[in-house]
């Protein structure tokens, strides 16, 4: 027989935010922001769900909790009308889009029943009534008294840090023109974003909703549910022989089970003294029947425990029903789905029960507002300690609203989320630097997360300054057409730190960085110089400088400069009576005469291309070929100090990176190294951040500079797979500084990647206050120019030369060939 919904809705209509039912029910509702997945430590976990115990205490008897968990079935759609996006952050929007996920959604709702309404039963159940007719009307100090207590469960929960809740509106619970409100959601079993059309509800075989079939399975009976409960299980997927990695107890109900479905958790706080009363009546009954049936005996005992915990551990006894609802577009995908909801129940340890005879009052009563009139046949006693266990505890992760940051992918899905390492910790106050330490064994995808990073950063404006050995950048620095520094034969390495770009100015730290360079090239590292010294060198770079203004034509370099000394900076020492034991000029001239033309190294400092280092933004100095050169090296070393110093303090107000790769080779100079002490001490004061890359662990330990120095002043601390050093790990956990939980996080990277996809994963650490596991996923033009393979890079220059050196356009072109042979 059909009805109208209008005529057997349960919702009178919503007043002051609150949903009212006909039979006199008050229902305030909360959206709710749950702990990202793969994020609580093990006593995070159990002090989550001692501050639920907490919260539900403070509410009155009569009241119903009512959880509702929305997970669907999505797919991600970036933006592609964005006109200024790069060419490979296109490439990433096409790689993602349609990238299935489970949007999460979660609401509490908080139901408050008359004091003398009718107990809810299947055969009372609203849905099947002719008519409906309220026991008493609202008063509004008993909705104020409710609302009070609605405001302490709250405040309860947000204390805690772990959760965000925010009191939904009449506009949330009603549709509107351009919106689906919450009840017409969950009669169409919708999501919030579709448009707005009318189904048709049905019950005679099975729940369906339009051209939608569901399915309920329930957890409502005692003897089907686990032996043991509690606020976490092990996730056997990411755990170690050493350690254990947690997840909620519920997690397989909720983002571990990959299907369209409402995971629905009751809990009924009824008069707790009359609930212990018809218990002992029922101890009594069974006592007396127990002489009969070996069965009574036993449930005389369960009861009588129960009564004894609940009086000597002040336990609140709470009525408590859970339920999942399925639904799909097609009959054929039911029984798959009922085998998904049976292995994460069996997870669980507990035994399924699919809902067929009393389904329809089950998920009528799930109707926001509705949880009252729910049939309470279906549930069981317990305490509110045990009735926590199955809360849902967790979500999805999250992109950050920050304007900055990377993206990286979901740990489950690969669904992409825009991830801030910089500003937003700062923000917060995790993290007082911006500072990062990168760990990476060989072939874990170091260098694809650090290409990645580093061209995030560029492309939102930073200035970035790399120090690299294996040419691990090259591919990025052609595509953003940056400056590239490396010593060969046929093209050696070439500088000019004489010439004075746009934007730069001859300043005090210009001549030092000057002076020091020389001084560097003229004498040795255990050779004092005099203060006469210094200031006849003061002298002759001020006087060169004061030479360069009058005479235009001349070209700043080294040559010119060693020019001048000779010609006519000679002549100012000898009227000015300098004595050759305060500065001795012939000597200086003679031991720099290899960097004037002719000379061995006269390339070094005279170059003529790539000269304003101050304002271009992408620079990279690749030491592999001189790092164990004598004269190249130091020169090389004190080029790179002087010009990320001079970013560092004259480009104010735009953000700094400096990045040495495999840098304890460079830090074996002491010099470099005090430089590095020195960066990663001040260097936040300019809007900067200094990150270092190792590969070994032995690194970290040999080096005094990276045991100490880098590692204390880097709150973001990123490492990928360790599994190679797990069972020496308590060594890395000390000298980082990483927790039990980071721990487990860390051994857990790459445990059960997706083999369907190509990807490594990343920990990143945050002040040791939050920390999470990322994939590393990106699309094929990405990886064409992040790959470090020879031949792949030797294929894709081959490609370009095609286009006459176009990269873009061999990147595409390789790509297509790439895709079209799979």
Same mark, same amino acid.
């Given at each position: 027989?059909? #009805?109208?919904?209008?005529?057997?809705?349960?919702?009178?209509?919503?007043?002051?935010?609150?949903?009212?039912?006909?039979?006199?029910?008050?229902t305030i509702g909360f959206r709710v922001e749950l702990p990202e997945i793969f994020t609580l430590s093990n006593n995070e976990y159990e002090a989550f769900h001692q501050i639920w115990i907490k919260a539900i205490k403070v509410l009155p008897k009569f009241t119903v909790l009512y959880k509702q968990d929305w997970f669907l079935d999505t797919k991600y759609k970036p933006d592609f009308t964005a006109d200024d996006i790069s060419f490979l952050s296109r490439s990433s929007d096409r790689f993602f889009n349609e990238r299935p996920f489970l949007d999460h959604s979660c609401y509490i709702f908080l139901t408050k029943k008359p004091k003398d309404r009718k107990v809810g039963n299947s055969m009372f159940s609203n849905l099947i009534r002719k008519t409906i007719v309220p026991d008493e009307n609202l008063n509004i100090n008993h909705l104020q008294d409710f609302v009070d207590s609605c405001g302490q469960f709250k405040h309860i929960l947000e204390e805690s840090g772990f959760v965000k809740l925010r009191r939904l509106t009449e506009s949330d619970f009603r549709s509107g023109k351009r919106n689906v409100g919450l009840i017409e959601r969950y009669c169409n079993l919708t999501s919030d974003r579709e448009s707005i059309f009318i189904k048709d509800i049905g019950f005679s075989d099975g729940i369906r909703v339009g051209g939608q079939t569901a399915q309920l399975f329930t957890l409502a009976d005692a003897a089907d549910l686990p032996s043991l409960c509690g606020s976490r299980i092990n996730y056997d997927k990411y755990s170690t022989d050493r350690t254990k990695f947690s997840i909620g107890f519920a997690s397989t109900l909720g983002q571990l089970l990959p299907c369209n479905h409402v995971y629905s958790q009751y809990i009924f706080i009824e008069d707790s003294a009359k609930t212990l009363q018809k218990l002992e009546s029922k101890r009594l009954r069974l006592q007396s029947l127990s002489a009969y049936s070996r069965e009574n005996s036993i449930a005389r005992d369960a009861t009588n425990d129960f009564l004894n915990?609940?009086?000597?551990?002040? $336990?609140?006894?709470?009525?408590?029903?859970f339920n999942v609802l399925v639904w799909s577009d097609e009959k054929e995908e039911l029984k798959e789905l009922k085998n998904k909801v049976s292995s994460a129940l069996a997870q669980m340890d507990a035994v399924v029960k699919q809902?067929?005879?009393?389904?329809?009052?089950?998920?009528?009563?799930?109707?926001?507002?509705?949880a009252a009139d729910f049939p309470m046949n279906d549930t069981f006693d317990t305490f509110a300690e045990q009735a926590t266990c199955f809360l849902n505890l967790e979500t999805g992760y999250r992109s950050s609203i920050s304007p900055m940051g990377i993206r990286l992918g979901d740990r489950l899905t690969g669904k992409p989320v825009h991830v801030d390492i910089s500003d937003e910790p700062m923000k917060m106050g995790i993290c007082t630097n911006r500072n990062k330490f990168i760990l990476g064994p060989s072939g874990s995808g170091k260098s694809f997360f650090t290409n990645h990073m580093v061209r995030s950063y560029y492309e939102q404006g930073t200035h970035i300054v790399l120090v690299d050995v294996g040419h691990s950048y090259k591919g990025l620095c052609d595509m953003v057409k940056g400056y590239y520094f490396t010593y060969s034969e046929e093209n050696p390495i070439r500088f000019n730190p004489f010439y004075i770009g746009e934007g730069d100015s001859l300043d005090t730290e210009k001549k030092e960085s000057i002076k020091t360079l020389l001084l560097a090239l003229w004498k040795k590292d255990d050779e004092e110089f005099k203060r006469s010294e210094y200031v006849a060198m003061s002298n002759a770079i001020g006087g060169y400088y004061a030479y360069l203004e009058s005479n235009t034509d001349v070209f700043p370099c080294f040559n010119t400069f060693y020019d001048f000394l000779r010609e006519h900076y000679v002549g100012v020492l000898t009227d000015d009576k300098v004595k050759e034991k305060d500065f001795d000029v012939n000597n200086f001239l003679y031991v720099l005469r290899p960097y004037y033309k002719g000379g061995e190294f006269d390339y070094l400092l005279n170059a003529t291309e790539n000269l304003n280092l101050l304002q271009e933004r992408f620079i990279v100095?690749?030491?592999?070929?001189?790092k164990d050169h004598p004269i190249l090296f130091p020169t090389v070393t004190i080029i790179i100090m002087e010009v990320f110093i001079n970013k560092m303090r004259k480009m104010k107000g735009i953000r700094k990176m400096i990045l040495i790769e495999e840098a304890?080779?460079?830090?074996?100079?002491?010099?470099?190294?005090?430089?590095?002490?020195?960066?990663? +001490?001040?260097? $936040?004061?300019?809007?900067?951040?200094?990150?270092?890359?190792?590969?070994?662990?032995?690194?970290?330990?040999?080096?005094?500079?990276?045991?100490?120095?880098?590692?204390?002043?880097?709150?973001?601390?990123?490492?990928?797979?360790?599994? #190679?050093?797990?069972?020496?790990?308590?060594?890395?956990?000390? %000298?980082? =500084?990483?927790?039990? +939980?980071?721990?487990?996080?860390? %051994?857990?990277?790459?445990?059960a990647n997706d083999p369907l996809k190509?990807? +490594?994963?990343?920990?990143?650490?945050?002040? =040791?206050?939050?920390?999470?596991?990322? $994939?590393?996923?990106?699309?094929?033009?990405?990886?064409?120019?992040?790959?470090?393979?020879?031949?792949? +890079?030797?294929?894709?220059?081959?490609?370009?030369?095609?286009?006459?050196?176009?990269?873009?356009?061999?990147?595409k072109a390789m790509a297509d060939d790439l895709r079209s042979e799979i």
């Open positions: 027989m059909e #009805k109208w919904i209008d005529d057997i809705m349960p919702i009178m209509g919503i007043e002051h935010d609150c949903i009212l039912s006909k039979q006199g029910d008050m915990e609940a009086i000597s551990q002040q $336990r609140l006894p709470v009525k408590a029903h809902e067929t005879v009393g389904a329809p009052q089950i998920y009528w009563a799930g109707i926001p507002g509705n100095f690749e030491l592999d070929n001189i304890w080779k460079a830090l074996m100079k002491e010099g470099f190294a005090e430089y590095i002490k020195y960066l990663f +001490k001040t260097v $936040r004061k300019f809007f900067g951040e200094a990150i270092v890359v190792t590969q070994e662990v032995e690194d970290i330990i040999s080096s005094p500079v990276v045991k100490q120095a880098i590692i204390n002043n880097s709150d973001c601390k990123i490492l990928l797979d360790q599994s #190679k050093y797990q069972n020496k790990f308590d060594q890395i956990q000390e %000298l980082l =500084g990483l927790t039990e +939980k980071e721990k487990a996080q860390v %051994l857990s990277v790459n445990k190509k990807y +490594k994963e990343v920990f990143i650490s945050l002040g =040791g206050v939050l920390s999470k596991v990322y $994939r590393t996923e990106v699309s094929l033009e990405e990886y064409l120019v992040y790959t470090t393979e020879q031949t792949e +890079k030797v294929k894709l220059m081959q490609y370009a030369d095609k286009f006459g050196g176009d990269l873009v356009k061999g990147i």
